[in-house]
Each structure stands twice: as structure tokens, then as C-alpha cells.
């Protein structure tokens, strides 16, 4: 009572914003410039933090403009960094409001909130014999993650940007190459194309009987993941999105946000999470592609439609939707 509107805890964050017991916390203590709109953080995690595995990702929470906003950066650091700091590698997207904020503006000493290390996109226990990682523009993270943490007797990268300067780490991989730990293709699509990938046999012929980690835009993947399949190797491949893949939309309608109380009008196409931010709503988040349902909320009344599969979920007690998957599909209440 003594300290309220601000609780205990908040005073404890001011004099030890690291310790244990708190929210997770980190502290961002270098921003190092990776190519002209890509940038490496280093952040050392608060007291509770309990590591990760290479491959996985972190949620960070960031103040940008003074509004809270949660997005998904695979760890590229590797597990036994001494120094025990972490690093994630964000490329700025245009119009991107959390990646421009990171990649041009943060400041070494801003806290940020985190949670702990999660994803199955990770090495297995027992080494592949070969491996292949199969990677394009900011899609290269979590195989950085993965070469730094652990060494296989044989291992290839194809990885595809527009241009040599736009490969993020671009230095770190021909060190790996002339220390012989990695044989890697470059493609630069400005000038080679897109990587066609019918002929990925040209570039890596033993690409069928290497276990492979492949991440990149949606086009790389949805063609990897038919190509796998097509030659009968679907679990020697592994996938990491980065957006869901939206394969429908409809019509939208009035959405209204039942706690703040108000009503916006919706089309069919944009996520709910997408539009109660947009409406200056308070609308909690994570991965922001339906994997770490940190975003789950009541739907009170009408319809929603589920981008990914066009699956239509209608409202009732008890019903909870996944916001940053799911459109309005007719009128509906959701409860923020
Ligand atoms: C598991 C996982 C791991 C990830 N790891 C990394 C990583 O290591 N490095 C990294 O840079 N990013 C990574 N991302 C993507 C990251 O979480 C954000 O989506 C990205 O930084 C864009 O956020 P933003 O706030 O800048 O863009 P927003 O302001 O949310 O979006 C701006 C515009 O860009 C579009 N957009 C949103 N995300 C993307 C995207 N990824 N690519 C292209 N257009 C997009 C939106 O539809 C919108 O039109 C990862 C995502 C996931 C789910
Ligand atoms: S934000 Fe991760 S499931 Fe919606």
C-alpha cells in the first residue's frame, strides 16, 4: 500500500533490473552493425534467464514510441559464450517498426523485456553425418547459431542474398571457409537469380542424404519442403518460419475491442493483432505467427477467419482465438 500505484517490484527494477525472481529481463550493452540494414544486439540476461539451445529463438519486448511491442530474434550467439551475453541479429524491414528500432536506433543500456529460449529448430543430440543449411537474407540466423555451437566433420551452407554486401556475416562465414569447417554457396539474386531449387543437385549432389535446416522467405521454404517431399526425404528436413504463410482471407467487418471500447472496421486479410495495435489497443503478442500463443484473447461474440487455413471459429464461452492469425470474418467482440 505503501508504494501503490507502483509496486515493490517496479522500485527493485530501478536498482537491480537483472536480479532474480523479477519479469526476465535484459540489458542491451552493444549494437554492432552486421550490412547497411542488419544489426548484431548483445544483450546480457537478467539473473533467471536458463540458456538456450542453438537454433532456438527469444521474444523480446521492446518500447518503441513508447508503446511495448513483442517480436521473435533467433539467439545467434553460440551456447557457450563465456561472457554469458546472448545475441540476436535483426535486419530491418521496411516500414518494420521493432526491426528499424533495433537495427538504426536502440542504445547500448536499454533494458528489454525476455523470455526464455524456445523453438524446436534445433541440432539433434546425436551429429548428423552431413549437413546442409539451406538459408536466404535474414533466414540465416538461427544456422549462424547453429555453426558457431557446434562443428560437424561436414557441412554445407547454400545461402542467398541480393547482393555480397547484403550477406549478413558474411566475414564470419569465409573465415569458417578457409578454416575448411564449411563449404558454402554464395548466390547474390541480383545477378544469379533466385536459387531454382529443381537444381540444388548442381550446387550440393549429396543434398538427398544430409539432414538439413533450411530458413528464408516463404517461397525458399514452401519449394524446399515440396522438393524434400517429392524425393521421399520429407524428415531430413527441418523448417523455421519467420511469418506465417496466409493462404486465405474473406470478407472482414466491425471489430470491437470489448475492455477499451472501441470499434474499428476490419478487412478480411489483416491479422486482429495487427488492427488492436493499430486502434492503439493493448494487445499482448509474441511470436506474431501462431507458434508461441502469447497472444491469445476471448472471442465474445461473432466470427473469425484462420489465415492459415481458412478455418472459420466462431464465438462462445470459453472460446479463445490466436489474434495475430486470426481476421475478422463478419462483425465480432474480442475481449481487450
Ligand atoms: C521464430 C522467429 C524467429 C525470428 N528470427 C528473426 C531473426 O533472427 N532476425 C530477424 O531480423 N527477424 C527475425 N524474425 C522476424 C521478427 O520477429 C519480426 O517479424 C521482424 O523483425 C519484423 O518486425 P517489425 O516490427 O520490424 O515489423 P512490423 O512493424 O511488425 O511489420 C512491418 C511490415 O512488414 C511486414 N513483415 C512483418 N514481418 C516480416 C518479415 N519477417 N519479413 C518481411 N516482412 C515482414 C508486415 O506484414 C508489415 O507489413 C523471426 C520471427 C520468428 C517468428
Ligand atoms: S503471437 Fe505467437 S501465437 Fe500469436
Not at 548466390?187 to 529443381?198: F, P, R, S, V
Request: hydrophobic letters at 40%; aromatic letters at 4%.
Amino acid at each position: 500500500m505503501v508504494t501503490t500505484p507502483v509496486l515493490p517490484s517496479d522500485y527493485l527494477d530501478l536498482v537491480s533490473p537483472l536480479r532474480a525472481g523479477g519479469d526476465l529481463r535484459g540489458r542491451i550493452e552493444a549494437v554492432h552493425p552486421e550490412t547497411g540494414d542488419a544489426a548484431t544486439i548483445v544483450i546480457r540476461p537478467g539473473r533467471g534467464w536458463r540458456g538456450h539451445t542453438a537454433g532456438q529463438y527469444v521474444r523480446i519486448g521492446v518500447d518503441v514510441d513508447g508503446v511495448r511491442l513483442w517480436r521473435a530474434y533467433s539467439v545467434t550467439s553460440p551456447t557457450n559464450r563465456s561472457d554469458g551475453r546472448i545475441t540476436i541479429t535483426v535486419k530491418a524491414i521496411p516500414d518494420g517498426k521493432v526491426s528499424n528500432h533495433l537495427v538504426r536506433r536502440v542504445q547500448p543500456g536499454t533494458l528489454i523485456q525476455l523470455d526464455q529460449a524456445t523453438g524446436d529448430f534445433v541440432l539433434p543430440e546425436a551429429k548428423p553425418a552431413k549437413v546442409l543449411y539451406l538459408t536466404a537474407g535474414s533466414g540465416i540466423t538461427p544456422a549462424m547459431g547453429m555453426l558457431r555451437d557446434t562443428e560437424f566433420d561436414d557441412v554445407v551452407m547454400v545461402h542467398s542474398a541480393p547482393k555480397p554486401h547484403d550477406v549478413i556475416f558474411r566475414t564470419d562465414l569465409h573465415d569458417l571457409v578457409a578454416d575448411k569447417k564449411l563449404r558454402l554457396t554464395e548466390l547474390h539474386t541480383d545477378t544469379d537469380g533466385m536459387l531454382d531449387i529443381a537444381r540444388l543437385g548442381e550446387l550440393v549432389p549429396d543434398w538427398a542424404e544430409r539432414e538439413t535446416w533450411a530458413c528464408g522467405p516463404a517461397g525458399l521454404l514452401d519449394a524446399a519442403e515440396a522438393h524434400w517431399t517429392e524425393h521421399g526425404v520429407p524428415e531430413r528436413l527441418h523448417t523455421e518460419r519467420f511469418r506465417p504463410t496466409v493462404v486465405v482471407t474473406g470478407d472482414g467487418g466491425q471489430v470491437t475491442f470489448v475492455a477499451t471500447d472501441k470499434t474499428v472496421e476490419a478487412d478480411g486479410a489483416t491479422p486482429l493483432l495487427d488492427v488492436g495495435e493499430e486502434a492503439g489497443v493493448l494487445m499482448p503478442s509474441g511470436c506474431r505467427m501462431g507458434i508461441c500463443f502469447g497472444c491469445v484473447t476471448p472471442l465474445t461474440a461473432g466470427a473469425v477467419r484462420d489465415l492459415r487455413t481458412g478455418e472459420i471459429t466462431e464465438a462462445g464461452p470459453d472460446v479463445l482465438i490466436q489474434t495475430c492469425v486470426s481476421a475478422a470474418a463478419g462483425p465480432c467482440d474480442i475481449e481487450r
